[in-house]
C-alpha cells in the first residue's frame, strides 16, 4: 500500500478543519481541540497506518448508535427489532420529532435519535451497559474503551429533547417500558471512549463479515454485520447521507464527538477523529479526506 | 326569561348524544355516565335556570386552561405571558407536537396542551396548586370544589405526551425549570371537580368583565376577563373553534370530562356537562344545544 | 362623535409607517407612496369623517376574498361554500401549501389563498368577473370602482405560486374545472380599484347586517354578514388574526395592497389606506391606530 | 449460471402477484394484465436469460428518471444539475409537495416527481423529445422503443398534481422557464414502451460503467454510471428504498408500469415486468424475487 497516498489525503481533510466547528452544544464536547486530526486505517492483509492523532480518546456519540444495532440484532433478531424500527432514511435532521409525530408507528431508522432511543429500549432487559460496553471492546478490539463520565453528566445535563423524543415514543407504545433508563443506555453508549484506531478495527471486523481481522473468530454474525454497513450507507451520515453517498461511496458512520467510522468492504477499516464539525454534525476533514481516498484507491461501492 | 326555550335546547343536545362517545384515554373517565347531560344558565339579572345534571361533579380538564391562563395574567402580566406563548389558532389537534417543533420560539397559544404547559410552568414560582384551587373556587362561586385524587393518578399514569411536550418545550428554552412540576401542576388542575352550575357562575364572572354577579366585587381584572374570552373565541373549541365561532359565536371552552363553559358578553353565563363527546374531544350535545340556543335568543357576537 | 380621537388615532398610525415596507414581490404594487395614510369612518347615525388620503384608490388585494365569500354563500348557498372550504384558521402564512397538502379534504378557510382560490371556482359557473365588480360597487356605495389591469398583469406575471395552488386543489377535485379561469378571476377581484372610503361603506353594510345605510335596502342575507364578520375575525389578519382579536377585538380585513376593512358591529364602518406593511402583510399603520380607537371607544368585541 | 436458480426465483415473484393491484390512476395503465410477469437477465459473460413475458411491451414511467438524470448529467454537467436538485432520499412518498415547500432550496433528490421535473427543465434547451426517446433506445440497445400516445394523453388528462409540483418549482425559481414543456417532457418520458429485456440491457450497460456489452463502446461517462447506481440505491425504491437495500442490496428503480431495472455492479443488468404493484408502487413480484437471487447468488453490495 502506497502510504503517500493516505498522507496526501490526510493534508485534504486538514485543509477542510477551520471551516468547521467544534460541537459547543455540551460544554464537555467543547474543549476539544479544534486542529486535531487522526486517520488510521488497517487493512485485510494486516497492514496499519497512523497518521496524526490516532490515539487520542475522545466520545463515540453516534457511532455508538451501530454498536447497539449489531447488538440489538444479535440478541432480539431482525424482525423483533425492525417491527419497532424503520430502515428508511428520513430526509431530517437527526434530532426531529416531525417525522416521528407524523408518521405514527415507528421511527425512520435506528441511526436518529427517535430509532436509537427505540433500540437501547430493546436492549435494556438484554444486556447492561456493562455488557454493552465489553461487547464494544470486543468488536473494536480495544480493551482500553473505558467511560467518559464527564461528558455522560455533560449530556444528560443537556438531555431535554432526547427525553422528548423518549416520552413520545413511550406515548406512542413504541417504548414499552424503561424511558428514563433507555435514555440513560444510550447516553452512556454515548460516552464511551474511543481512539480512530479502535474505529479502524471496528471497521475492519464489519469489513470481514465480522470476523475478528487477526484471530479469524466470528465477533458478529455476518448478516449483522451486512445489515449494519448497509443502514451506515444509506443513514449514516444524517441527512447528508444520499450526497455522501454519491460522492464518496464509502459506509460511514459519524459522531459529534469527531469521529468517522468506515467500511471498505472486504478490504479496509478506515477510523477518523477530527472534532471540528460540519453544519450537519459530520467531522469536516472527513469528506475530502475520504473522497480523496475513494478516488484515488476506487474505493466507491459502485 | 322563557325557560321553555332552554327545556328544548336542552333536547336538541339531548339528540346528539348518541353519536358521541366517554373519553376512554384514561380509565376513570370512562366510567362517565354517556348518557348524562346538565344545563345551568345564570343571568345578569340573577336568574338562574338548572335541568338535568346539573349537580353532578365532574373534572375540569382543559377548561381549567382558561383558570390558569386567568391567574397568569393576573400575576405574571400580559407581556411576560405572551413572550413565552402566542395568541393564534394553530389549526391542529390540542396534542400536536408538530407546529411546535418547527415554529420554535413558541407555543401557538394558550389552550393547546403545550401553551397550557407553558403557562403551569410560569404560575410556578407565584402560585401553589392549593392557591389555584382557592382562585378557582373564588371565580366558580363554588366553595365545594375538590380535587379528584383517582383521576389525577389515572392522568399521571398516562402522561407520556405531554411529558414529551414538556421536556421538549424544556428544551427550546421556554420552559425554564420545573418541568415535572410544571406538568404536575397542569394535571392538577385538570382534575378539579366541578358542577355545571360552577361552569355557569365562572362564565357569569367573565360575562361581568370579572364581577362577582352578587357582591359586585371585582373578581379579576377586566382586561383579563376580555383577553380570556377572546382566546376561548378563537381557540376554546381545540381545531373545531372556528366552525363553532360561525354557527354559535359564544366564547366557550370546552374539556373532555365532558364541560364547557360558556359566556354571553354582558349577559350570560351557560355551564353544560355532558361526557359524551364528539371526534375533536367537545361535548357533543353541546353545539345543536348552543347553536339552537344561539339563535332563539340572538346570542352570536356578530 | 369626537373627532380628535380620530386625529389621535390618526398619529399612532402614522408614527408606525417608517417600520413597514411596501408589498415589492410585484412591481406594480412597489410604486406606491410609502407614506400615505388614509382614515375613513362612516357611524350608523350617517356621520362621515375622512382624513388623509381617503380618496386614493388602490386594489382590493386579500380583502376581494370577503367580497366573493359573501357573493358564494348568496349564490351557492352556505352548505356548497362549506363543503369545499372549512371555517378553521391555519396557524400558517396565507400562501402555504403544506397545510393543504397534509390535510387532504379541503382548504382550512376562505382568507387563504387556498380558500379563496376555490370559492372563485365555485363562483364561476355562477357570476362572471363584470357581475362581481357590479357586486363590489353595490356593496361598497362606490360607482367608481375600476379594474386595474397593470396590477392585474403584473400578478398573472407572478402567478406561479397561486397556480400550484390551484392545481393541487384540482388534484384533490376541490376545483372541479376550470383551474385557469379560476385564477384569473381571483385575480381580477384583487385588482379592483377601491378607496379608503369604499371599504368604510362596505364596513358599515356589514356592521347594519347587510342594509344600505341611506336607503336601508338589504344588499346582503343578514347570514352572509355575520358569517363573513366572523370569519374576519378569527382569520381575517392572516396568521396574526388571534393577537390583533385580543389586542383590537374588531373584525377586519387586510389587503397587500394597504387596505384595511374593519366592522364595528352595528355602529360603524371604517376604511384604511397605507401601503407600509408589516412582515405578515398587513398596513402597519393599522394596528396601532385601530388598536387605540379600540381603547378609547370602547370597540372591543368582548 | 444455472437457470434453475432463476426459475426458481421467477416462481417466488409469482406468488406475490396476487397481493398486488394494477395501476388505476391512469385507465391506460389499468388495461395492463395483472398476472404479467417476465424476467428477464444479461450477463458479462454475454448470456443471456429470458422467463415469461419478456417481450412485452409497456410504459417505462419512473424508470425514465434514471435515462433523464443520465442525459442530464451528460449535457449539463453535474454541478448544474445538483445546484437544481439534491442526492438526499427524503423519507416521503414520490408525489409529496410537504417537504418541497418546507424545505425551500431544490428537490431532495431526481427520483421524486418534483427532482424529476427539474431535470426534465434543465434537458430542455438541451435536448428535444426525440433526442431523449434516441438516447434512451442506444442505452437500452433496443430500436424498437416506441412512444405510447394513448398512455401519454392518458397521463396529462391526470396530471393535475405534478403541474402543481411544477409550478410550485417555478416559483421558487428552481424551474426558470418552460414549465408546461418541462411538465410535457417528463410525461413523455414516461410514456416511452419498453419491455424486460431493453431494462435487463440497460443494466448492463450501468453495470459495466457505461460500456455496450456487445462492442465495447462508452455509451455513458463511467462516472455518470455511478452516480445514477448509487441514487437508484439510495432512492429508487419510493419511500422503501431503506428497506429494499438492506433486504435485498441491488441497486434498482421502480415504475408503476410495472417495470424493474436491477443493476448487479460488474455482473448483470436484470429487466422485470410485472403490473401487480405493492401500495407504494413497487412490482410486488420483484422484491422476493430479486431477494431470492441476492441471497442465493450473493448479490447483496455488501
Same mark, same amino acid.
Given at each position: 500500500?502506497?502510504?503517500?497516498?493516505?498522507?496526501?489525503?490526510?493534508?485534504?481533510?486538514?485543509?477542510?478543519?477551520?471551516?468547521?466547528?467544534?460541537?459547543?452544544?455540551?460544554?464537555?464536547?467543547?474543549?476539544?481541540?479544534?486542529?486535531?486530526?487522526?486517520?488510521?486505517?488497517?487493512?485485510?492483509?494486516?497492514?496499519?497506518?497512523?497518521?496524526?492523532? =490516532?490515539?487520542?480518546?475522545?466520545?463515540?456519540?453516534?457511532?455508538?448508535?451501530?454498536?447497539?444495532?449489531?447488538?440489538?440484532?444479535?440478541?432480539?433478531?431482525?424482525?423483533?427489532?425492525?417491527?419497532?424500527?424503520?430502515?428508511?432514511?428520513?430526509?431530517?435532521?437527526?434530532?426531529?420529532?416531525?417525522?416521528?409525530?407524523?408518521?405514527?408507528?415507528?421511527?425512520?431508522?435506528?441511526?436518529?435519535?427517535?430509532?436509537?432511543?427505540?433500540?437501547?429500549?430493546?436492549?435494556?432487559?438484554?444486556?447492561?451497559?456493562?455488557?454493552?460496553?465489553?461487547?464494544?471492546?470486543?468488536?473494536?478490539?480495544?480493551?482500553?474503551? =473505558?467511560?467518559?463520565?464527564? %461528558?455522560?453528566?455533560?449530556?444528560?445535563?443537556?438531555?431535554?429533547?432526547?427525553?422528548?423524543?423518549?416520552?413520545?415514543?413511550?406515548?406512542?407504545?413504541?417504548?414499552?417500558?424503561?424511558?428514563?433508563?433507555?435514555?440513560?443506555?444510550?447516553?452512556?453508549?454515548?460516552?464511551?471512549?474511543?481512539?480512530?484506531?479502535?474505529?479502524?478495527?471496528?471497521?475492519? %471486523?464489519?469489513?470481514?463479515?465480522?470476523?475478528?481481522?487477526?484471530?479469524?473468530?466470528?465477533?458478529?454474525?455476518?448478516?449483522?454485520?451486512?445489515?449494519?454497513?448497509?443502514?451506515?450507507?444509506?443513514?449514516?451520515?444524517?441527512?447528508?447521507?444520499?450526497?455522501?453517498?454519491?460522492?464518496?461511496?464509502?459506509? =460511514?458512520?459519524?459522531? %459529534?464527538?469527531?469521529?468517522?467510522?468506515?467500511?471498505?468492504?472486504?478490504?479496509?477499516?478506515?477510523?477518523?477523529?477530527?472534532?471540528?464539525?460540519?453544519?450537519?454534525?459530520?467531522?469536516?476533514?472527513?469528506?475530502?479526506?475520504?473522497?480523496?481516498?475513494?478516488?484515488?484507491?476506487?474505493?466507491?461501492?459502485?
Amino acid at each position: 500500500m502506497n502510504i503517500e497516498i493516505f498522507e496526501k489525503a490526510f493534508e485534504k481533510g486538514k485543509e477542510a478543519i477551520p471551516l468547521g466547528n467544534v460541537a459547543t452544544y455540551i460544554p464537555e464536547l467543547g474543549k476539544a481541540g479544534k486542529n486535531s486530526l487522526g486517520l488510521s486505517i488497517y487493512t485485510d492483509d494486516g497492514q496499519r497506518i497512523n497518521i496524526g492523532d =490516532t490515539q487520542t480518546r475522545f466520545t463515540m456519540q453516534s457511532i455508538s448508535k451501530i454498536v447497539s444495532l449489531a447488538a440489538a440484532l444479535e440478541v432480539c433478531g431482525f424482525d423483533n427489532v425492525f417491527e419497532k424500527v424503520g430502515m428508511e432514511p428520513s430526509g431530517e435532521a437527526f434530532n426531529s420529532l416531525v417525522e416521528l409525530d407524523l408518521n405514527s408507528n415507528r421511527p425512520f431508522n435506528p441511526m436518529i435519535n427517535s430509532g436509537a432511543l427505540t433500540v437501547a429500549s430493546l436492549l435494556l432487559p438484554k444486556m447492561s451497559f456493562l455488557d454493552l460496553a465489553d461487547y464494544t471492546r470486543l468488536i473494536c478490539l480495544d480493551e482500553e474503551i =473505558t467511560f467518559n463520565e464527564a %461528558v455522560y453528566k455533560s449530556e444528560m445535563a443537556n438531555v431535554s429533547r432526547n427525553r422528548a423524543i423518549a416520552y413520545l415514543l413511550e406515548s406512542k407504545g413504541i417504548i414499552e417500558n424503561g424511558v428514563e433508563e433507555s435514555l440513560s443506555l444510550y447516553t452512556k453508549m454515548c460516552s464511551l471512549n474511543v481512539t480512530a484506531e479502535s474505529l479502524a478495527n471496528f471497521g475492519m %471486523v464489519l469489513a470481514l463479515e465480522g470476523k475478528n481481522p487477526v484471530s479469524g473468530e466470528q465477533l458478529m454474525n455476518p448478516k449483522v454485520a451486512q445489515i449494519v454497513k448497509t443502514i451506515m450507507l444509506t443513514c449514516g451520515m444524517y441527512d447528508g447521507s444520499g450526497e455522501f453517498a454519491v460522492r464518496v461511496g464509502i459506509p =460511514t458512520k459519524s459522531g %459529534v464527538g469527531g469521529g468517522l467510522l468506515s467500511v471498505v468492504d472486504k478490504k479496509m477499516g478506515i477510523g477518523i477523529y477530527g472534532p471540528s464539525l460540519d453544519e450537519k454534525g459530520n467531522c469536516i476533514a472527513g469528506r475530502p479526506l475520504l473522497e480523496y481516498l475513494s478516488k484515488e484507491l476506487n474505493l466507491h461501492i459502485l
